[in-house]
C-alpha cells in the first residue's frame, strides 16, 4: 500500500516536471517567439506595459492619366459593340497597383456620358475608364486639375457623380456640395488612418458656374491657398496621415517653382505627411521637408505621366511613388519611400500605348518606342539617365540603381 503511494507520488512529480519542461523544450526547438512569454512576464514580475504593436501600411500615387484619343480608340477596337476596353493599356502595371493598400492617381480627364470623348486640347473620357481604375485597384481618385472643367461644371460634376457611384473610390479636389467639402475623406488601413485633400493651382482660365453647386476651391488666391492649410491642420487632427495631392508647376521642368517649394513648405507646417505633386508631365525632384515640430513630410513635386501619347522622351517617363508608413502607439513614421519609375510605351503613330514599370522595361521595347521619332536619343539610359538626373538616389529602388540594361 505503501509502495503504491509513494509510486503515485513520483509518477506525480514526473508528470508535472515533463509538463513543466516539455513547454520549454517545444519553444528551443520551434523557435516560437519569445515576444508572447516575455510580455506575459513583464506583466507578471515587473507589472510593466507590454510593448506597443508596430503596424504598417503600403501607400503608392502616380501622377497625370492623360487620356488621348489615341487611347480611347484603341480602348474602343478592343470591344465589338462600341464601348471601350481600356484594360489592355493598364495591364502590365495593373499588378503594381493592386499590390498596395492604398492606391492613388491624378485623373486629368473627366468623364462625362453626356457629351462625346474627345482629346487635346478639351478632353473627355469614356466612362469605362472608371471602371477600368477601379478594377485595378485605384482607391483615391484626385481630380483636382487644369483639365477639370473642359466640359464645364456641368461634365465636372457628371464626372464626379460617376466616380463618387463606385463605393470603393475616394475621390477629392471637387466636391458636389459645401457639407462633402467639409467632410475630409479618411481611409483606414491596418490601423493606420489617412486623410486625403486635393487642390489644383490652374484651372486653364475657366472659372466654376456657381449654378451647379460643385465645390473647387482653386488655390490660385490666398483665400483659397489658406483654405486648404486649415483644411490639412484639421486632417491632421483626426488622422495619422494627412496626405495632400496637388497639381501645380511649370510644364516640362525639372525644377520645382518658387510657389512649389514655398507651399510644400506651408503645407508640410501645417501638417500634412505626404504631399503629391503633378502637372508639369515630367518628374520633379523628391524632398523631405521639417515642421516646426521637427517632424519630417515627404513632398513628391510632380509625378509626371502616368499614361499619354505626349511626344517627347522625357514625357515618356513618370513615377510610382511607393511609400509604407509604420505606426508604433501614436507614433506615425514614413519608413520608406521610392520613386519606381514607370515608362508610357507605345509604338510609331502612337499605337498600341500601354504603360511599364521600369523594371519590367527592356532594351527591346525601348528601340521600339513611338517617341524615338521625336527624341532619336531615347533608350534605356536615356530613361536612366533622366531619373536619376532628377531624383536623389535616397528615392530611388535599389534595383534601378543597379540596373544594367
Ligand atoms: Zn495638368
Known amino acids: 500500500m505503501l509502495k503504491k503511494k509513494i509510486l503515485a507520488f513520483l509518477l506525480t512529480i514526473i508528470f508535472c516536471l515533463t509538463f513543466f519542461y516539455t513547454d520549454s523544450i517545444i519553444e528551443l526547438f520551434t523557435n516560437k517567439s519569445d515576444e ?3 510580455t506575459l512576464d513583464n506583466i507578471n514580475k515587473d507589472n510593466t506595459i507590454p ?6 501600411s503600403h501607400m503608392i500615387a502616380v501622377g497625370d492619366n492623360l487620356i488621348h484619343g489615341r487611347i480611347y480608340w484603341e480602348a474602343q477596337q478592343d470591344t465589338t459593340d462600341g464601348s471601350y476596353d481600356f484594360s489592355e493599356a493598364y495591364q502590365n502595371i495593373a499588378p503594381y497597383i493592386l499590390d498596395a493598400d492604398i492606391a492613388s492617381i491624378n485623373q486629368e480627364t473627366v468623364m462625362d456620358n453626356t457629351q462625346e470623348p474627345s482629346h487635346y486640347p478639351m478632353f473627355n473620357s469614356p466612362i469605362e475608364l472608371a471602371y477600368e481604375l477601379n478594377e485595378i485597384g485605384f482607391d483615391v ?3 483636382a486639375n487644369n483639365h477639370m472643367f473642359d466640359k464645364g461644371t456641368n461634365g465636372l460634376k457628371n464626372s464626379l457623380e460617376l466616380l463618387q457611384s463606385y463605393d470603393d473610390f475616394t475621390v477629392v479636389g471637387a466636391y458636389l456640395n459645401e457639407e462633402a467639402y467639409d467632410d475630409i475623406p479618411i481611409i483606414e488601413s491596418n490601423d493606420i488612418t489617412f486623410s486625403f485633400l486635393a487642390a489644383t493651382q490652374l484651372v486653364n482660365g475657366f472659372s466654376i458656374d456657381p449654378n451647379y453647386g460643385v465645390i473647387v476651391k482653386v488655390i490660385d488666391t490666398e483665400e483659397n491657398q489658406q483654405a486648404l492649410l486649415n483644411q490639412v491642420t484639421t486632417a491632421n487632427q483626426i488622422s495619422d496621415v494627412v496626405v495632400v495631392n496637388i497639381h501645380w508647376g511649370d510644364e516640362y521642368n525639372t525644377i520645382p517653382n518658387e510657389f512649389q517649394t514655398s507651399y510644400a513648405q506651408a503645407l508640410v507646417d501645417a501638417g500634412a505627411d505626404i504631399i503629391i505633386g503633378h502637372h508639369p508631365h515630367i518628374i520633379q ?4 521637408l521639417t515642421n516646426l515640430e521637427g517632424e519630417e513630410a515627404i513632398v513628391a513635386y510632380s509625378l509626371g505621366n502616368f499614361l499619354s501619347t505626349q511626344d517627347e522622351g522625357n514625357r515618356m517617363l513618370g513615377g510610382l511613388l ?19 519609375p514607370i515608362i508610357t510605351h507605345y509604338t510609331q503613330g502612337s499605337f498600341n500605348v500601354t504603360n511599364y514599370m521600369y523594371s519590367d522595361y527592356t532594351p527591346e521595347l525601348a528601340s521600339t518606342h513611338g517617341v524615338i521619332e521625336y527624341t532619336p536619343t531615347f533608350s534605356m539610359s536615356y530613361i536612366y539617365e533622366m531619373i536619376s538626373n532628377v531624383i536623389d538616389e535616397e528615392y530611388l529602388p535599389e534595383d534601378f540603381i543597379l540596373a544594367d540594361k
Open 36 to 38: 508572447d512569454s516575455e
Open 51 to 56: 510593448p506597443e504593436k508596430t503596424t504598417s
Open 141 to 143: 481618385i484626385s481630380v
Open 285 to 288: 525632384p523628391i524632398e523631405t
Open 322 to 340: 511607393d511609400i509604407i508608413v509604420e505606426k508604433t502607439g501614436d507614433k506615425i513614421d514614413i519608413v520608406s519611400c521610392k520613386l519606381k
